[in-house]
């Protein structure tokens, strides 16, 4: 476990007494040879390390068959702690990952019925496991200022995870007050060797819901799908049983040169663009953006905004939207569930890409915790230098956990949001390759159709996030499905309650990577960030508007302009583009339509979908025009 004996708290006053904890959780971490309360995070970076004066951890497990497993290799870095999986597959989550353990109602797979091993088995199995290793126990609170009791448990020389929730959520570094008790409702216990004896390797993340306490059991040393998103089931959990939903989204507050603030919550599967909304645009040297490059042609083409407007961040993936904020307000109400940034850095590939979060990783005012990114001892580990899964592969999911508090003008509180828009990662689309790469700069949706977006939430082309598959698939409803534990169903009219009623927020659909034949990347939702901001929101006069060629894009802008400066009308309407054409579009927009109708058949055979929903998804099957959707209020 550790080069030397595990090193004891110096200031740490939590015990297990103080925890009120399932009976046999509690003999478990009884019995266990040390178990070990945090003092602070400095306090973690050091177990994380393998104790004092150490620069270089491995966090190896024995298995039940002789073999040594290594899972992870943990540096001391001048500005944090660099985390580096050894397995290639574990740098990034898997989307298969989240199984149910228990008997209550869910759309998921259960983990009895994928590995053919009763749950209560495994859980006595890894209880059994804990009560034999030294731990690390972490209390902490989720949901942002929801302050949702939790507790953490993992292996003592797998710290860096404890020291990644740290940042993530908001640890609880001292005991409540004399004799109350820590009741946590959530709790999440580390058991990295079942990956191997019980999954064939595969990262899993078990989720066992009862009425006192939500357990999840993650099975491998990946957050992503635990420390991050398995916090996001709890609270979707919660949500579900009590009628409200977190959001999967980042939102920011846009300050235009003339003080105006526009505040866009922006949605979208995994790689969709949620963290690069809160980014500033990446310009270039002479201070331009790159609007495209033409994959067919080799043109680049470049616009000049002198000035961009201000930002300010409120949330990054995860936006609670409980009822308790809502109020009176015809806008949707959100605030941050997260106390830290789970942020992808995959596209700065050189110094000087993003100047600001360079500067916030190269030096931040207290160390972070990187993920998939090259690491020396004693040396500055570097955003753009990230791991190679293969000689000159690099990693296309390195991270760095970016406190809130670290990040500039970040706004604390909840705000109302006057945009709700959507990723969708394209791929090229041409008339010699047509594709679903057929969104323009950006499309204005009615509610009704933003609904549907919401509930197929393609996860596009060439992710990042997530273990790659072939074709257009989906990530399930609200892109928030893979770690939710219920219903797809009570999840879908969720969604439309919630938009049914917060008719004060307006919608939009943003592509990223490709409009039609040109690269793009994040370009056009910065570019309508701009834009929107600018004009004061998505509210346009009829003229101002044409019904895209294909009903699910709702209506495009005949014009843009930023500051002054007009944006060619084939990033407006892919079908004008030389390189598509009409014919490419229509057979882009042909996979989109059956994409549509495949995702949504199962809800809309469902008894218990909401009828205006019904009505909605069967103008899809139907293939409605853009009129007939907007006679259909949700």
Known sequence: MFAAALPPSTRSAWTLDRLVLPDDVARALAAAPALRFADDRADLATLALGGPGRERHEVRYALPDGRTVLEAEVVRARNGVAVNYAEPYMRRRDPDSMVVGDGGPTDQPRFTDRFDVPFAQLRADVLRWLSGTELLAL???????????????????????????????????????????????????????????????????????TDAVHEVFSLNLYPGPSA?????????????????????????????????????????ASGGGKSEMIEYAHREPDGRLVLGHNTVTDEVRYIAIPQACGLRPVTDDMALCHPSLQGSSSKLVVRDAEDGWFVRVNHIQAYGTDHELERLTVEPRRPLVFLNLRAVPGATTLIWEHTEDAPGKRCPNPRVILPRELVPNVVAGEVEVDVRSFGVRCPPCSAAAPSYGILGLFHVLSPSLAWLWRLVAPRGHDNPSIVAREGLESEGIGSFWPFATGKR?????????????????????????????????????????????????????????????????????????????????????????????????DAGAAVLRDFFRRELAALLADAELDPAGRRIIQWCMDGGTTTQLDALAP
């Open 228 to 268: 991050k998103k398995g916090v996001y089931g709890v609270l979707l959990n919660v949500g579900e049983r009590e009628g409200w939903l977190t959001a999967h989204g980042a939102t920011v507050q846009v300050v235009t040169p003339y003080d105006n603030t526009l505040t866009i919550l922006h949605e979208g």
């Open 489 to 585: 169903v009570t999840l879908a009219n969720l969604l439309l309650r919630q938009i049914r009623e917060s008719p004060g927020t307006r919608h939009v659909l943003i592509p990223n990577q490709h409009i039609g034949a040109w690269k793009v990347g994040f370009m056009p939702q910065w570019l309508t960030r701009e834009f929107l901001a600018r004009r004061g929101g998505v509210k346009f006069r009829p003229d101002q508007l044409v019904d895209a060629r294909s009903p699910l894009l709702g209506r495009c802008p005949r014009s843009v302009q930023i500051e002054g400066v007009p944006i060619p009308r084939w990033f407006l309407q892919t079908e004008t583009q030389p390189e598509v054409g009409e014919a490419a579009y």
């Open 139 to 209: 209390p902490f609170t989720a949901g942002g200022g929801l302050d949702f009791p939790a507790l953490l448990v993992c292996p003592a020389n797998a710290a860096f995870f404890a020291a990644a929730l740290a940042d993530l959520q908001a640890p609880v570094f001292g005991p409540p007050a004399p004799g109350a008790a820590w009741a946590p409702r959530a709790v999440i216990l580390v058991a990295p060797p079942f990956r191997h004896t019980h999954c064939a390797g595969k990262q899993v993340v078990v989720h066992h819901r």
